[in-house]
């Protein structure tokens, strides 16, 4: 694993712990509700997605299972503000779409 990458990927698989730990047990109303962890939570998957850029494409295509491109999209939307944050989905993202994440980035560790 190449030093500058497997930083990232490091962060991507730190940034996957901290919205995971930042919304366990968390019902989805609180969520909504409580700022300072819906900020966090939002601020850590703009980095995983800008994290994702930095993985190369030789690297990406070893765990095919990965949507790099919807990673960083999500990236792009929240920060740009792309026609503002739709909370469903991004309650999907935090519930589904991050865990799963995590496991492959992972197993992309595990791949020399």
Request: proline fraction near 4%; charged fraction near 35%; aromatic fraction near 8%.
């Amino acid at each position: 694993m190449s030093r500058d990458w497997g930083i990232y990927l490091s962060d991507m698989i730190d940034r996957c712990d901290r919205v995971l730990a930042y919304t366990h047990e968390l019902p989805r109303e609180q969520f909504d509700e409580r700022g300072l962890a819906y900020d966090a939570t939002l601020r850590n998957i703009e980095l995983l997605g800008e994290a994702a850029r930095h993985i190369p494409e030789e690297e990406r295509r070893k765990i095919p299972g990965i949507d790099w491109r919807g990673v960083i999209a999500v990236r792009n939307i929240l920060v740009h503000g792309y026609l503002g944050v739709d909370d469903d989905i991004l309650w999907d993202v935090i519930r589904q779409r991050i865990p799963e994440l995590k496991c492959l980035l992972e197993e992309l560790r595990r791949h020399p």
